[in-house]
C-alpha cells in the first residue's frame, strides 16, 4: 500500500466520527425535526424579517442585541449546569414579534450530557442537548404546560422540539427553534445567570 493510499484510508476512517460528532441524534431524531432542521435558515431569515417589520421598536431592539452576540465555543472551559433566568421570543405569525418575561430553567448532567428544563412559566420545555460542532449543539426535547407530565421525545409534531443552541458569553446561551407547533414561526430562548 502506498503512503498516499494510506492516508486516504486514515481519512476516510476519521471523516465519518468528526462529520456526525455525536452519532446518537441520527437514530433519534424524528423525520418531521429533521425537516425543521434543514430549512433552517431559510426559516430563520423568514421569521427575522417579519418580527423587524412587525414588531415594536423596542421588542425589535431587544432581538438584535440578542441576535448580534457570536456564536462561542462550548468546550472553552463552558459548563452548563446550574440554575438559569430564560425567557421566550416568538418572531413571525401573529403577532410578529413577542418578548416574554425572564422565568425559571435548570441544566443538568446524568453523566451523557446536558439536560434543559424550564421550571417556571406556563409554557415549559424538557429535553437534551447533542453536539453538533464546537459552536452549535443540537436540542431534542418536548413542549408542554405546566402541571402536565411531558411526553417522551418522538411522541408526535405537537410536543416534539428541535433547536440550535448557541453559546453567546460567560455566562448566556440561546437556542432556536424553527418551525414550532404552536404560535410562531421561530421561537429562540435566551439563557443568563
Known amino acids: 500500500m502506498t503512503c498516499r493510499a494510506a492516508l486516504a484510508t486514515i481519512f476516510c476512517l476519521l471523516l465519518p466520527a468528526s462529520a456526525l460528532a455525536d452519532g446518537e441524534i441520527t437514530r433519534l431524531i424524528t423525520k418531521s425535526d429533521q425537516a425543521r432542521l434543514d430549512k433552517y435558515e431559510a426559516t430563520r431569515t423568514a421569521a427575522v424579517d417579519a418580527a423587524r417589520k412587525g414588531g415594536t421598536s423596542g421588542d425589535v431592539a431587544q432581538l438584535d442585541g ?3 452576540k457570536p456564536a462561542l465555543a462550548f468546550n472553552e472551559g463552558f459548563d452548563m449546569v446550574g440554575n438559569w433566568q430564560c425567557r421566550t ?4 405569525k401573529q403577532p410578529p414579534l413577542t418578548v416574554y418575561g425572564w422565568f425559571k430553567c435548570r441544566v443538568t448532567d446524568d453523566g451523557s450530557g446536558w439536560m434543559l ?3 417556571s412559566g406556563s409554557q415549559r420545555t424538557k429535553g437534551r442537548f447533542y453536539t453538533e460542532s464546537d459552536k452549535r449543539l443540537t436540542y431534542l426535547g418536548v413542549g408542554y404546560v405546566a402541571g402536565e407530565k411531558p411526553k417522551r421525545y418522538g411522541a408526535g409534531p405537537d410536543t ?3 433547536g440550535y443552541a448557541y453559546r453567546t458569553g460567560k455566562n448566556e446561551f440561546r437556542i432556536e427553534f424553527p418551525a414550532p407547533a404552536l404560535e410562531s414561526l421561530m421561537d429562540i430562548i435566551e439563557l443568563r445567570r
Do not use: H, S
Open 66 to 68: 440578542v441576535l448580534a
Open 89 to 92: 421570543i416568538k418572531l413571525g
Open 117 to 119: 428544563e424550564k421550571t
Open 160 to 162: 416534539d422540539q428541535v
